[in-house]
T-cell receptor, first 116, second 114 residues
Framework: AQKVTQAQTEISVVEKEDVTLDCVYETRDTTYYLFWYKQPPSGELVFLIR??????QNEISGRYSWNFQKSTSSFNFTITASQVVDSAVYFCALSEGQTGANNLFFGTGTRLTVIP | KAGVTQTPRYLIKTRGQQVTLSCSPI?????VSWYQQTPGQGLQFLFE???????NKGNFPGRFSGRQFSNSRSEMNVSTLELGDSALYLC?????????????FGDGTRLSIL
């Protein structure tokens, strides 16, 4: 069965600090997709990144970077030089390639608070 | 390009009533998915529609139903409302035909059951 675990419920950092959000997943499929979404207080889920199971390259986008490691079933997300606007709940999600169609299995989310 | 639009933003109902929520996807997106978000259960997949057909369904009772129109707009209906149905209902759309494309979410409809 598929499962996404975000063990960190809440994290607080001071502005300009780096912070890493952890995500561990479980799936029996060999083809799957991993996503990160951000949910600010307004409620809308904002898509950040998608990675498929055949692409283990790390990715950097501005202050954001993602570390995908199949060996440890992890897809961690790092924010460098955090800003107050980064305060939000961040969700990691899994979609299975063979049977999952378009349904996402979400982790429980990590609430990030960036203190000015 | 307009995003996913959900109406209404807020809704208050009483137990036993029924409710219909609406979702207009991003132009060109033909897949629409619905999710329920609660503090206790988190984000859970309800169902997905593509080309007016339900393509996938989560583990929710039959009181939760949906449909999709020819213009890809979708509605979700919940009948015989229960207190536990209080939640943020999120709609997401993605590009036609292909699985696992990034889903783009609306602001949600916050449903409160009294």
């Amino acid at each position: 069965a598929q499962k996404v675990t975000q063990a960190q419920t809440e994290i607080s950092v001071v502005e300009k600090e780096d912070v890493t959000l952890d995500c561990v997943y479980e799936t029996r499929d060999t083809t799957y997709y991993l996503f990160w979404y951000k949910q600010p207080p307004s409620g809308e889920l904002v898509f950040l990144i998608r990675r498929n199971s055949f692409d283990e390259q790390n990715e950097i986008s501005g202050r954001y970077s993602w570390n995908f490691q199949k060996s440890t079933s992890s897809f961690n997300f790092t924010i460098t030089a955090s800003q107050v606007v980064d305060s939000a709940v961040y969700f990691c999600a899994l979609s299975e390639g063979q049977t999952g169609a378009n349904n996402l299995f979400f982790g429980t989310g990590t609430r990030l608070t960036v203190i000015p | 390009k307009a995003g996913v639009t959900q109406t209404p933003r807020y809704l208050i109902k009483t137990r036993g009533q029924q409710v219909t929520l609406s979702c207009s996807p991003i132009s060109g997106h033909r897949s629409v998915s619905w999710y329920q978000q609660t503090p206790g259960q988190g984000l859970q997949f309800l169902f997905e529609y593509f080309s007016e057909t339900q393509r996938n369904k989560g583990n929710f009772p039959g009181r939760f139903s949906g449909r999709q129109f020819s213009n890809s707009r979708s509605e979700m209906n919940v009948s015989t409302l229960e207190l536990g149905d209080s939640a943020l209902y999120l709609c997401a759309s993605s590009l036609e035909g292909r699985y696992n494309q990034p889903q783009h979410f609306g602001d949600g409809t916050r449903l409160s059951i009294l």
